[in-house]
């Protein structure tokens, strides 16, 4: 009978213990999750060219990691289809390194992604474009 007493003054504290461990394992706070995963950008570019607009988003990480997100919206009269890549590349400003062109992977019509880690940190330059027209903008990688 000592023993059932004994069993039962500690199996029912553990049991309780270890079922609020699942419990909260099973259900996490979605916010803490979601505020980790969405960034927001450190650049957005939206400029017109003569054959549509063109917009940007570049997403940084602490480890030199990059997200890069284009979109194209031609023009009714475009002579750019919207399953054509733009051209785009980066160069680094302060040591004059040449730039070097980022591959791009198609998402949707008009939309492109690159991402992968930068060389160094520093003053970057990325220019995003169609031929002679092209956007630049400058951002800083640490």
Do not use: C
Not at 56 to 72: C, H, K, M, V, W
Not at 91 to 111: C, I, K, N, R, S
Request: hydrophobic letters at 45%; aromatic letters at 10%.
């Amino acid at each position: 009978m000592k023993l059932k007493l004994l069993s039962a003054f500690f199996g029912l504290p553990m049991m309780t213990f270890l079922v609020l461990m699942m419990w909260a394992g099973l259900f996490k706070n979605p916010t803490s999750e979601s505020a980790n995963t969405e960034k927001t950008p450190a650049v957005v570019m939206s400029e017109p060219l003569s054959d549509g607009l063109i917009e940007a988003q570049i997403y940084l990480a602490d480890n030199l990691g990059y997200l890069i997100e284009i979109q194209f919206s031609p023009e009714a009269s475009s002579t750019i289809a919207a399953t054509m890549a733009p051209d785009v590349s980066m160069a680094m400003v302060d040591t004059h390194m040449d730039g070097f062109t980022l591959p791009m992977e198609l998402v949707g019509a008009g939309q492109w992604r690159s991402k992968g880690k930068m060389p160094m940190a520093g003053k970057w330059n990325m220019s995003v474009g169609y031929g002679d027209e092209f956007v630049e903008t400058t951002f800083d990688v640490r």
